[in-house]
C-alpha cells in the first residue's frame, strides 16, 4: 500500500488557495483517489465548493464546550471527498493558530479517517509565521507544500516569506503556483521568481470567468464546467500533486533579489 501523501498549499490571503485546493481534490477523486481537505483557514471556506454549504469547524465544537467527534466534523463531498474545516476563534479574541493543532492532533490520535485516505491536502492561510499555521509542517505530516502567487509585488513577498519559513523547517517545496491576476509580465515574474528560489512554476492558471461563475454556484470547476479549458489547467495541477517526487528545500531571495524580479 503506497504511503500516504499529505501536501500543504500555502500562499497570501486572497490569492485563491482555497478554489485550487478545492479543484484539485475535486480533479483528484475524479481518479479514484481518496482525498481529505483539511481546511486550515479561520473563514472556514475551503470545502464550499466541495460539500456545496458551510460546514461546522472543530473550533465551533470547542467553543461549545462539546467532545469533538469525527461525524459532527468530517464531511463527505464530490466524488467522496472527506472534509475538514478548523475555523477560527471569535473575531479578536485568541489565536487562529491554535485550531489547527488540535486539528492535527486530532487527526493523528483520535481520528482513523487517515486509515482511508490516500491524499490529504492542507488549505492554510497567510505567511507561516504563526506557530499554529505552520503546524502541519512541524507536527511531521506535510509531504510537501505548493505556494500559491500572482505575478503582484505583495503576493510575491508573501511567497518568499513561506519559502524562509519552509527553509527553517527543512520543509521540501514542490513547485509555485501562478494564480493569474492579468498582471503584465506576469507569467514571466512568477516563472523567474520559481527558478531563483530553486523552484519551478508548476502550471499558470489563467483569469477566466468560469470560476467565478461556479463559485456562485458553490461548486468546483471540475464538477460545474468539468469540458472548459480552466478544468484542464486544475487537472494538470491534480496530476503534478499526485505524481511529483523531486520536491526540494527552497531558497528565499533577499529583498534587492526579489525587487529585480517584479520590477518588469
Do not use: W
Amino acid at each position: 500500500m503506497s504511503p500516504i501523501k499529505h501536501v500543504a498549499i500555502y500562499g497570501k490571503g486572497g490569492i485563491g488557495k482555497s478554489c485550487i485546493a478545492s479543484n484539485v481534490a475535486a480533479a483528484c477523486a475524479e481518479r479514484g483517489v481518496r482525498v481529505l481537505v483539511v481546511g486550515c483557514d479561520p473563514k472556514s471556506d475551503s470545502s464550499i465548493n466541495l460539500i456545496g454549504r458551510r460546514i461546522p469547524t472543530m473550533m465551533d465544537m470547542i467553543r461549545e464546550g462539546k467532545e469533538i467527534r469525527e461525524e459532527d466534523v468530517v464531511f463527505t463531498g464530490y466524488r467522496g471527498v472527506r472534509c475538514i474545516e478548523v475555523g477560527g476563534p471569535e473575531p479578536g479574541v485568541g489565536c487562529a493558530g491554535r485550531g489547527i493543532i488540535v486539528a492535527i492532533d486530532f487527526l493523528r490520535k483520535v481520528s482513523r479517517i487517515m486509515d482511508d485516505v490516500d491524499l490529504v491536502l492542507y488549505d492554510v492561510p497567510g505567511d507561516i509565521v504563526c506557530g499554529g499555521f505552520s503546524a502541519p509542517i512541524r507536527k511531521g505530516l506535510v509531504t510537501e507544500a505548493y505556494i500559491i502567487t500572482s505575478g503582484e509585488y505583495m503576493p510575491v513577498y508573501a511567497a518568499n516569506n513561506i519559502c524562509r519559513g519552509l527553509k527553517r523547517l527543512g520543509a521540501r517545496l514542490a513547485g509555485v503556483v501562478c494564480n493569474s491576476r492579468d498582471v503584465e509580465g506576469e507569467r514571466e515574474i512568477v516563472d523567474d521568481f520559481a527558478r531563483a528560489i530553486g523552484s519551478r512554476m508548476v502550471v499558470f492558471i489563467p483569469k477566466d470567468p468560469v470560476v467565478q461563475r461556479c463559485e456562485r454556484r458553490a461548486v468546483t470547476v471540475i464538477e460545474g464546467e468539468p469540458e472548459s479549458s480552466i478544468a484542464g489547467v486544475y487537472r494538470a495541477l491534480a496530476e503534478h500533486v499526485l505524481s511529483c517526487t523531486d520536491a526540494s528545500v527552497p531558497e528565499p531571495l533577499d529583498d534587492e533579489s526579489l525587487r529585480e524580479i517584479t520590477r518588469m
